[in-house]
């Protein structure tokens, strides 16, 4: 089943490569997606479909990870189509082969069981992901790719450093190793101490940088706001999703280890940071879509914390992982149709975006609610959680800074939302072609109400994939 | 043979100081063009049997860290007619300082992490820590894209040195290392047909500030 989720992906990017027509190529995504999103279905369903390989087993954190990038990855294939049919002036071809490609090596990840193809594939993501930042072939578009992958790289780097490192904690100590994941968490409280803690800080710096950790971040305000929105999400939902099962795995080698007290002192600190450095530029932001990759930056922040609280707050990060993405989708997606209707995508020219398009001008501001955790909708489900959790376990200072820091984050992003969506929308924009579309606007809908849906309630097959998934982390059976 | 690996290990501590303190990219692409020999053959100083992975990994290493990246950054040079590197961010001696600052780090650091039997005499861990911070330090200090990719080869030249601890029990995981080639070729690649230089005409990083803060 893993190599058919791998490589049905790839071939489509083949044909999409092929495929002659500019008009119809697109369609190709869709198609993908629906087929890719139905195995993912019956691979969930099917737990003797898991395993393939030593190294390729779907693990309950790995479920969780495929589920939110194929739901994401479905809903962003049709605006897709919606999206490219206003960019006609441009070839897709590459657009959509590394859209497609994303999806391949994405499953990938989600499979490997084995540190060193994981790390194979999340530098692939890397490679696969940089042409759809160039999509717009302007000055400030080469300059970010140059950026993400200049930046992207050295953490690829010190990720193998990381990777090499743990390789030696276990042949130090005269185990056979392999790398398989299993191999190296049966042996784990093994491992040879310092080589462990330093391979830990490694890889949590190199797989941070690819979720975009502060002080790591510097490539994704570039990126996202440079991206088409649709590129936007699935970064911020897919890229990051990815890079952050990779820390997962790790994390659970060194909880198996006993380590829990060292590194959760480092996830704590990463965490805290990341929201600090987060709230700190959002304030006064006028670009919104630079805000929402500093959006991304605190809530990469959150889940490294909740790990970092670990114990109770396992189920909130999580859930975290399917509420950010999810709700990420509905920012980035809705934030490039306003960057399309008004032609530009900073405050000074953006204002009232609810009259000039009502659909997405409410659903920006529905999903601002939802990110900064608003109830009713689902992140507030999930920070709550975490927030329960630091309670539970006696982190009281650590739970006061994330409410203070959700606060300060609440009030940076509210500002310029406000702004966008508040007030008279020049005269001049009534004028330019974009009208949301069936395309663009039901896609943004349906993951809005799905992030609602979560917050009200969870659904019981969610509800038991993630707690398989709390058990798994935590080593029980 | 330990002494012999130490004598090559220690000449590329040499040439990472080397490489930090002059201004010429090109004598810089040849002392890490040079780089990629040395670190070709250790490999060969590690082992005693020549297997055929080893041998892989010797031809390998030497071909690409050696050979073709060096050739395709000098054609990058050429291309776009640059020669020094302008003013970095840290003066050349201050970095060459720095970077013996660095070298010492690492000895210290490494003196502190146990190492496996054979391993003990070698001083495998702390060139391949040294080199890959002299790596970064010429990564974030120097504003010519081209000498960035260098720091970068440098960085990777050091991983390349710490995999050599692995090559026993893990000959094909060593060959990741070639991966992180595949991205130094990117760059240069982008360098070459791409359009940094068309569009920034002197191929200087600090032009690329149309999205600073």
């Excluded at chain 1, 696969?128 to 200049?150: C, D, G, H």
């Excluded at chain 1, 900073?346 to 009502?358: C, K, Q, S």
């Excluded at chain 1, 109830?375 to 975490?386: C, D, L, N, Y």
């Excluded at chain 2, 053959?41 to 050696?66: C, D, E, G, R, S």
Aim: glycine share 8%; aromatic share 10%.
């Amino acid at each position: 089943m893993a190599y058919v989720m791998i490589l049905f992906p790839l071939f489509m990017a083949g044909v999409a490569l092929a495929f002659p027509s500019n008009r119809l190529r697109p369609w190709l995504l869709p198609l993908t997606a629906v087929i890719y999103s139905a195995a993912t279905v019956f691979v969930l369903t099917q737990p003797d479909l898991m395993v393939t390989a030593k190294w390729l087993v779907l693990d309950p954190a790995g479920r969780i990870v495929l589920l939110v990038v194929s739901t994401l990855f479905l809903f962003c294939s049709f605006y897709t189509v919606g999206y490219l049919q206003y960019r006609k002036e441009r070839s897709n071809r590459v657009f959509c082969a590394c859209m497609l490609g994303f999806l391949g090596i994405m499953s990938v990840v989600v499979w490997s069981h084995h540190l060193g193809l994981m790390w194979v594939a999340i530098e692939a993501t890397t490679l696969v992901t940089a042409p759809l930042i160039y999509f717009n072939r302007t000055q400030r578009s080469i300059e970010a790719t140059w950026k993400y992958l200049m930046v992207g790289s050295v953490g690829i780097a010190l990720a193998l450093l990381g990777t090499f490192f743990l390789a030696y904690a276990s042949l130090q100590t005269g185990l056979e190793s392999n790398l398989t994941f299993e191999d190296i968490l049966r042996d784990a409280p093994q491992l040879s101490k310092p080589w462990l803690h330093a391979a830990f800080i490694l890889l949590l710096v190199g797989y941070g940088t690819k979720m975009g950790l502060a002080p790591m971040h510097t490539w994704k305000p570039e990126v996202y706001g440079e991206v088409p929105g649709v590129v936007g999400a699935i970064f911020a939902g897919g890229v990051t999703s990815c890079a952050f099962l990779a820390i997962l795995r790790i994390y659970q080698i060194c909880i198996a280890a006993g380590e829990s007290a060292y590194i959760s002192r480092l996830l704590l600190f990463m965490g805290l940071f990341s929201m600090v450095v987060a709230g700190l530029f959002m304030v006064n932001q006028r670009d919104f879509k630079r805000m929402l990759a500093y959006s991304s930056v605190e809530h990469m922040g959150i889940l490294v914390l909740g790990l970092g609280i670990g114990g109770p707050a396992l189920f909130g990060t999580l859930l975290h992982i399917v509420t950010n993405g999810l709700t990420k989708g509905v920012l980035f997606l809705s934030s490039g149709n306003i960057h399309r209707a008004y032609g530009g995508k900073t405050t000074d020219v953006v204002t009232g975006a609810m009259r000039r398009l009502p659909l997405s001008g409410t659903l920006f501001l529905a999903g601002f609610l939802a990110i900064t955790g608003s109830p009713p909708f689902g992140p507030f489900i999930s920070e709550f959680a975490i927030l329960n959790g630091a309670f539970s376990m006696g982190r009281f200072i650590t739970a006061a800074m994330f409410l203070v820091l959700l606060l300060l984050v609440f009030i940076g992003m509210g500002a310029t939302v406000l702004k966008v969506v508040q007030g008279r929308a020049p005269a001049s924009v009534q004028n330019t072609p974009y009208r949301d579309g069936w395309l663009t606007a039901a896609p943004v809908i349906i993951l809005m109400g799905m992030v609602l849906c979560i917050g009200l309630y969870i659904p019981a097959p969610l509800d038991t994939l993630i707690k398989d998934a709390v058990c798994f982390l935590e080593g029980r059976p | 043979m330990t002494n012999l690996l130490n004598t090559v290990l220690v000449t590329i501590l040499m040439m990472n100081l080397f490489a930090l303190g002059t201004s010429r990219i090109l004598a810089v692409t040849r002392i890490v063009a040079l780089q990629g020999v040395l670190l070709g053959l250790i490999p060969l100083l590690v082992h005693k049997h020549l297997t055929i992975p080893i041998a892989l990994t010797v031809v390998v290493a030497i071909v690409i860290k050696a050979i073709v990246i060096p050739s395709i950054i000098m054609r990058a040079l050429r291309d776009a007619q640059i020669k020094h590197e302008v003013k970095p961010l840290i003066g050349f001696l201050p970095s060459i300082i720095l970077g013996a600052l660095a070298t010492a780090f690492a000895l210290l650091f490494a003196g502190q992490l146990p190492l496996a039997g054979n391993h003990y005499y070698t001083l495998l861990v702390p060139t391949s820590i040294a080199t890959v911070l002299v790596g970064f330090i010429l990564l974030v200090t120097r504003y010519k894209a081209i000498s960035q990719v260098i720091g970068y080869l440098v960085l990777e030249n050091g991983i390349f040195i710490f995999s050599m601890l692995l090559i026993e029990a893990m000959p094909l995981i060593v060959e990741m290392g070639v991966m992180l080639d595949l991205f130094v070729g990117i760059f240069v690649t982008c360098i070459i047909i791409n359009h940094i230089n068309q569009a920034f005409s002197s191929m200087d990083t600090r032009r690329l500030v149309s999205l600073k803060e």
